[in-house]
């Protein structure tokens, strides 16, 4: 029976393979050119087989080599700090830098079980003051400090 | 002398006020997250990139520099007081200078390791000086093959010093350099892998993918675990060294020092490796062997010097060649793009104020963090005692409108969620993050001198050995692929990495 004895580079395998073979088919229309005039396919195709090939090997040598198991994660913290980012891009351009980093304040926060109100609320509001004074009135970014265009 | 005028023109340069103000800025922030275990150099230098848009090119420059080398000082201080690293570069300091703060000599430890790191700073400094215009004089002969067989060598060595497996650390490179490749190829005027995305015509942009698969995806890896309590720290005691303790640490300053001046040059060398490759020595030298794992002072003053002295010769390559070897350095690279700047061998005769500004920055730097460090100890250690669950909301706000500001784009900071979960899951596969970093920024770099050098030869790659300088670059790759395959090297590289 076959066993994947070494799940670490299995899956690492897997993930070179993968965006080996992905680059390979996105890039089949790329020219390959000669050796004296490359085209723009010649790099990325011989990278692309090299990362198939070890993804393959490495893959191969999982099942037979034993190696460390994947440790867990927290689904939790890992959700929250993608949500907070997702909605850091969703927001800004809509209701403004002091809202958004409130929000992504406590979106992130909420990754921490020992997340507490009293101290997230503050940092948040912390957090929006001082970055609309470094980055706006400071550093000249373009963002708008507060706005409501849905 | 040629390098004192030089030098001269380096101070003048660096001792406006402005400068001056950046460059403790940058030595402050560079304590504060040396202190701080969870944030690195590399996320705060990439956090703190999109802030250098308005700078003058030396001011950002110099505050950036020293945020990788005060954060060598500060790593050092967690390291003694609480026995975590501060910084990777700090680990090896663990070993001895906890066992020497739980003996009551923590301020005896953190003296040794600031005013070592101040001696091997300025003589990093010195070194810069004396060998960088040698070398950018070397590098004046380089053509495209010599750039290719260099980039080349340093990709091999940090495959070979990358942590855990050769293999995937190979694959890592090579993802990179296919990242890198993203964007418009400017000589067929084509756009490879964009997926019509505009955003990504000019190429993955390197600050929302280095906050990213560094800044965040390293803070989510800690949130997987329990926190330590880092409110238990150890008493300072007295900052003062005993006469013994002084007798002991002078020649492990001298040693390390000048091991991590050499090491630094290195491709893929820079602070980590000096620190573990300085504790080895002392090991085998030291008189007084049975006082390791007890608190040897030779174990905090060498690879404190080493790390110090190696944070500070890395520069040489970037600055001389161009040629970033570690990924702290491949950020400064990204730094220097920011500011349009080319780095590489015109650097020097060129922009000389800049560079011997730089340098000067250094010194100056080197000498307000041993201030910065020993009397204002006590401060440090209360911002230890802020706990995780504050620090890393403000890292997430800082790395989005970071990452925003780099183009005014959601999408950026989109790429940078994206990445962050890419660095998530090369931490839970073991992949290491830097070899990647290196790839991607040399993938451009080393597609461009490939073809130069193709097109000179018409197509032959016997151009690559024909020549006496690439041939030598690629002779040493060869030598350390050989060292891999030798049972007895991967035997030390292994203790290495475990000790």
Redesign the interface.
């Given at each position: 029976m076959i066993q994947v004895k070494h799940p670490?580079?299995f899956?690492?395998g897997a993930?070179?393979a993968v965006?080996g073979a992905g680059?390979l088919w996105?890039?089949r229309v790329?020219?390959f050119g000669?050796?004296?005039?490359?085209?723009?396919g010649f790099?990325?195709n011989v990278?692309?087989w090299?990362?198939v090939l070890?993804?393959l090997?490495?893959m191969g040598r999982a099942l037979v080599i034993k190696g460390?198991p994947?440790?867990?994660?927290?689904i939790r913290?890992?959700a929250m700090?993608?949500a907070?980012?997702?909605a850091?891009?969703?927001l800004?351009?809509r209701i403004g830098?002091a809202p958004t980093?409130v929000v992504?304040?406590v979106l992130?926060?909420l990754?921490?079980k020992?997340?507490r109100w009293k101290?997230?609320i503050p940092?948040?509001i912390g957090?929006a003051v001082l970055?609309v004074l470094?980055?706006i009135y400071l550093?000249?970014?373009?963002?708008q400090p507060w706005a409501w265009s849905f | 002398m040629d390098v004192f005028s030089n030098l001269g023109i380096g101070f003048a340069a660096a001792l406006t006020l402005q400068n001056i103000l950046f460059c403790l800025m940058g030595c402050l922030l560079g304590t504060l997250i040396g202190v701080l275990p969870g944030i690195g150099p590399i996320a705060t230098i990439a956090m703190l990139l999109p802030i250098t848009y308005g700078l003058d090119p030396l001011s950002a420059l110099i505050m950036l520099a020293g945020i990788y080398y005060g954060a060598q000082y500060g790593g050092s201080t967690t390291a003694i007081l609480v026995n975590l690293p501060g910084e990777t570069s700090s680990v090896v300091t663990c070993l001895e200078g906890y066992q020497m703060a739980q003996r009551g000599r923590a301020g005896s430890a953190l003296t040794i390791a600031a005013l070592g790191s101040f001696f091997a700073g300025c003589v990093g400094t010195i070194a810069i000086a004396m060998f960088a215009p040698v070398l950018a004089g070397f590098g004046e002969k380089f053509r495209s093959p010599e750039y290719f067989s260099l980039m080349l060598f340093g990709l091999v060595a940090a495959v070979i010093l990358a942590h855990g497996s050769v293999v995937k650390a190979v694959a890592m490179v090579i993802l990179g350099l296919l990242l890198g490749l993203v964007g418009t190829d400017t000589q067929a005027g084509v756009t490879r892998f964009t997926f019509g995305v505009t955003e990504l015509y000019d190429g993955i942009d390197f600050v929302p993918l280095a906050m990213g698969l560094f800044g965040i995806a390293e803070m989510m890896s800690n949130l997987d675990r329990k926190f330590e309590d880092r409110s238990q720290t150890q008493k300072i005691g007295s900052l003062w060294p005993t006469r013994e303790e002084v007798k002991l640490a002078i020649p492990a300053v001298l040693r390390g020092t000048g091991i991590g001046s050499l090491l630094g040059i290195l491709p893929g060398g820079g602070a980590v490796l000096a620190s573990f490759a300085s504790y080895t020595v002392e090991k085998k030298v030291s008189r007084s062997r049975h006082m390791f794992g007890k608190g040897a002072v030779e174990g905090v003053a060498g690879p404190e010097s080493a790390n110090n002295a190696g944070a500070q010769t890395s520069f040489i390559p970037l600055l001389t060649l161009g040629i970033p070897s570690t990924p702290v350095m491949a950020i400064m690279v990204g730094a220097m793009m920011i500011q349009g700047i080319a780095p590489g061998t015109a650097l020097i005769t060129e922009r000389p104020t800049l560079f011997w500004g730089m340098i000067a920055s250094m010194w100056i730097g080197n000498a307000m963090l041993v201030v910065i460090n020993l009397p204002l100890i006590g401060l440090w250690v209360s911002l230890l005692k802020v706990p995780y669950r504050m620090l890393f909301p403000c890292i997430v706000i800082l790395c989005c409108v970071g990452a925003y500001s780099t183009g005014s784009s959601t999408f950026l900071v989109m790429m940078m969620g994206g990445f962050a979960l890419l660095g998530y899951v090369f931490g839970k596969l073991g992949c290491e993050g830097a070899p990647f970093l290196l790839g991607f920024v040399l993938g451009p770099l080393m597609e461009e001198n490939l073809r130069r050098s193709m097109v000179l030869s018409f197509g032959d790659p016997i151009i690559f050995v024909e020549r006496p300088i690439s041939l030598t670059l690629l002779l040493m790759s060869l030598g350390l692929v050989l060292m891999i395959v030798l049972p007895s090297f991967r035997k030390t590289r292994d203790v290495a990495f475990q000790e």
């Amino acid at each position: 029976m076959i066993q994947v004895k070494h799940p670490q580079d299995f899956w690492s395998g897997a993930l070179f393979a993968v965006v080996g073979a992905g680059a390979l088919w996105i890039g089949r229309v790329y020219a390959f050119g000669t050796a004296t005039k490359m085209g723009p396919g010649f790099l990325p195709n011989v990278l692309a087989w090299g990362l198939v090939l070890i993804g393959l090997f490495l893959m191969g040598r999982a099942l037979v080599i034993k190696g460390a198991p994947l440790s867990g994660s927290a689904i939790r913290p890992q959700a929250m700090i993608l949500a907070a980012i997702f909605a850091f891009a969703l927001l800004i351009e809509r209701i403004g830098l002091a809202p958004t980093v409130v929000v992504v304040a406590v979106l992130a926060a909420l990754a921490s079980k020992e997340m507490r109100w009293k101290e997230t609320i503050p940092l948040g509001i912390g957090m929006a003051v001082l970055s609309v004074l470094l980055f706006i009135y400071l550093l000249g970014q373009s963002m708008q400090p507060w706005a409501w265009s849905f | 002398m040629d390098v004192f005028s030089n030098l001269g023109i380096g101070f003048a340069a660096a001792l406006t006020l402005q400068n001056i103000l950046f460059c403790l800025m940058g030595c402050l922030l560079g304590t504060l997250i040396g202190v701080l275990p969870g944030i690195g150099p590399i996320a705060t230098i990439a956090m703190l990139l999109p802030i250098t848009y308005g700078l003058d090119p030396l001011s950002a420059l110099i505050m950036l520099a020293g945020i990788y080398y005060g954060a060598q000082y500060g790593g050092s201080t967690t390291a003694i007081l609480v026995n975590l690293p501060g910084e990777t570069s700090s680990v090896v300091t663990c070993l001895e200078g906890y066992q020497m703060a739980q003996r009551g000599r923590a301020g005896s430890a953190l003296t040794i390791a600031a005013l070592g790191s101040f001696f091997a700073g300025c003589v990093g400094t010195i070194a810069i000086a004396m060998f960088a215009p040698v070398l950018a004089g070397f590098g004046e002969k380089f053509r495209s093959p010599e750039y290719f067989s260099l980039m080349l060598f340093g990709l091999v060595a940090a495959v070979i010093l990358a942590h855990g497996s050769v293999v995937k650390a190979v694959a890592m490179v090579i993802l990179g350099l296919l990242l890198g490749l993203v964007g418009t190829d400017t000589q067929a005027g084509v756009t490879r892998f964009t997926f019509g995305v505009t955003e990504l015509y000019d190429g993955i942009d390197f600050v929302p993918l280095a906050m990213g698969l560094f800044g965040i995806a390293e803070m989510m890896s800690n949130l997987d675990r329990k926190f330590e309590d880092r409110s238990q720290t150890q008493k300072i005691g007295s900052l003062w060294p005993t006469r013994e303790e002084v007798k002991l640490a002078i020649p492990a300053v001298l040693r390390g020092t000048g091991i991590g001046s050499l090491l630094g040059i290195l491709p893929g060398g820079g602070a980590v490796l000096a620190s573990f490759a300085s504790y080895t020595v002392e090991k085998k030298v030291s008189r007084s062997r049975h006082m390791f794992g007890k608190g040897a002072v030779e174990g905090v003053a060498g690879p404190e010097s080493a790390n110090n002295a190696g944070a500070q010769t890395s520069f040489i390559p970037l600055l001389t060649l161009g040629i970033p070897s570690t990924p702290v350095m491949a950020i400064m690279v990204g730094a220097m793009m920011i500011q349009g700047i080319a780095p590489g061998t015109a650097l020097i005769t060129e922009r000389p104020t800049l560079f011997w500004g730089m340098i000067a920055s250094m010194w100056i730097g080197n000498a307000m963090l041993v201030v910065i460090n020993l009397p204002l100890i006590g401060l440090w250690v209360s911002l230890l005692k802020v706990p995780y669950r504050m620090l890393f909301p403000c890292i997430v706000i800082l790395c989005c409108v970071g990452a925003y500001s780099t183009g005014s784009s959601t999408f950026l900071v989109m790429m940078m969620g994206g990445f962050a979960l890419l660095g998530y899951v090369f931490g839970k596969l073991g992949c290491e993050g830097a070899p990647f970093l290196l790839g991607f920024v040399l993938g451009p770099l080393m597609e461009e001198n490939l073809r130069r050098s193709m097109v000179l030869s018409f197509g032959d790659p016997i151009i690559f050995v024909e020549r006496p300088i690439s041939l030598t670059l690629l002779l040493m790759s060869l030598g350390l692929v050989l060292m891999i395959v030798l049972p007895s090297f991967r035997k030390t590289r292994d203790v290495a990495f475990q000790e």
